[in-house]
């Protein structure tokens, strides 16, 4: 339904980018598990709660092809996905994600992240985005200390004004293939 009502208001939107509309601009704060006291994580909620309030107004949204989530089908932290999951990642790995304006004029976007004390995700600080074009943000997630078999949960928040937009980010340590 959500979708329907961001279709609705944006017909050239593509369902990648109504996808990453709901979820860039879900709600996290305040968000809980079933106890009503500890907070919730991707695995309870995926991005969030949907907020129709901001959706359908982002700033920025990513967008992938249907080919390329079946290219990616079996390693979808590549594809340009609102939200980063690799299950079993070796120790670090560098991604990136194309982020499309939707504002007229250029916009500088401040860039953060927060992951635990045993691992982390580097961004640049800022990243600058041409009115109605696309930039790329490089993403480096540097696990090699977590535990093998261990979660992780951590995110990527972007701000430019009133826009506040986040990318969740899961990680499970793991090794790599040997052939």
Known sequence: GAGA????LHPDWTPG???SALMTTAKTEGVVKEDGVTPSTPFDDGSGR????????????LDETA???????N???????????????????????TLKSLLP????????????????????????????GTATLDIRIDARNVPMGEVRHGEI???????????????????????
Do not use: C, M
């Not at 309030?53 to 982002?58: D, E, H, Q």
């Not at 939200?83 to 790995?93: E, K, N, T, V």
């Not at 004390?117 to 041409?130: F, L, M, T």
């Not at 009133?162 to 990680?171: E, F, K």
């Open 67 to 73: 080919a390329n989530y079946i290219a990616y089908e």
């Open 105 to 132: 004029n250029n916009s500088g976007w401040e860039v953060k992240a927060t992951a635990g004390s045993d691992w982390s995700i580097s961004v640049p600080a800022n990243i600058r985005v041409p009115g109605n």
């Open 5 to 8: 009502i961001l279709k609705a």
């Open 157 to 179: 928040r972007l701000h430019h004004g009133n826009y506040r937009l986040h990318i969740p980010v899961t990680i499970v340590r793991g090794e790599a293939d040997v052939t």
């Open 50 to 61: 949907v907020d129709l309030t901001v959706a359908g107004n982002p700033g920025l949204t």
């Open 75 to 97: 390693a979808l932290w590549h594809a340009n996905h609102p939200s980063i999951y690799h299950p079993d990642l070796p120790g670090a790995i560098t991604l990136q994600r």
């Open 17 to 19: 980018q109504i996808k």
